[in-house]
């Protein structure tokens, strides 16, 4: 009889060799589900994979993540066939935020410079100065040329961001609905029945989450930070595939996820199977319009250079 551990581990291993004979390079967010972590040739937070899939040599990138990033890739590596597994993998904060309004929020602050998180779609990204994720927001919104800045989509992040900051940052009223379903509450009992663990959290979570955190982190300084610490149990209020990345480089340490709630479902949608369909097909292929590639590029690049 065939084990499920065994036909994952087949599955695997075709996709790997698959993934060799057509010279692609298979990307991972840190919330993909373990075993396509596990296939993955680079899992990082959204920083680390734009700048690989930025760089890269390969013909074709497998984005193993959400549309927004998938996109992000073919606007800095144009040349390249980007493939995103399930092509309904989307970010609804991304969606919270459309280039109409944008453009209305610009002509209303035309002091004011536009800081857009890259969770937000290649329209928005045109219309905006410079792009941040959760790794640099705050150097991007000092650095940015301008006192005062409309963050866009993420108001939390954008009001973490305010707490380092003279400028003023005007916020976007969009949010993750996975962190925002965990509550201050949670956090209160997991703490109680784990008054030992450290605590930290993503920048995504609300204010109040926030305040009673130890460590406010992306998701790929959450891995440099289990490296670091000789803390051996750690609360960690971000999406559960986090959990999965943190055993892979420190397992002595216990991790505990604080609300079951903590699950994004588009992150979710990406299974062995449809990565090892989308090297067979070469597709669904992630395009982007050239006009507003070439205006979201700048978008992309002075965040590169920035950060
Ligand atoms: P980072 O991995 O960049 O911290 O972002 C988290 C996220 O929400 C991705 O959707
Ligand atoms: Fe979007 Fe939140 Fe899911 Fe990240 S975790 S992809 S921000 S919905």
Known sequence: ???????TEALAAEIKSL??????????????????????????????????????????????????????AAILNPGKKVLLPDPTAGCPMADMAGPEDLA???ERNPDASVVTYINSS??????????????????IVQRVDARRVIFVPDR???????????????????????????TAADL??????HPDALVMVHPECNPEVIDMADEVLSTGQMVKFVRETDRAKIIVGTEEGMIHKLK???????????????????????????VHAALVNEGPIVTVDPEVREKSLGCLRRMLKLS
């Open 1 to 7: 009889m065939i084990t499920t551990a065994k036909r």
């Open 19 to 72: 993934a060799a004979r057509k010279n692609a390079l298979i990307l991972a967010h840190n919330y993909q589900r373990e075993e396509v972590q596990a296939v993955a040739d680079y899992t990082g937070d959204s920083l680390e994979l734009a700048r690989i899939a930025a760089d890269t040599a390969a013909d074709i990138i497998v984005f193993c993540g959400v549309h927004f990033m998938a996109e992000s």
């Open 104 to 106: 209305a929020m610009r």
């Open 122 to 139: 290649a329209e928005v990204k045109a219309l905006s100065d410079v792009c941040c994720t959760s790794a640099n927001a705050v150097k």
């Open 156 to 182: 939390n992040l954008g009001s973490w961001v305010q707490r380092f900051t003279d400028k003023e940052v005007i916020l976007w009223d969009g949010f993750c609905p996975t962190h925002e379903r965990f």
């Open 188 to 193: 209160a009992e997991a703490k109680r029945l």
């Open 248 to 274: 892979s480089v420190a397992p002595e340490r216990e991790y505990i996820l604080p609300s079951k709630a903590l699950v994004c479902p588009n992150m979710k949608k990406t299974t062995l199977e449809k």
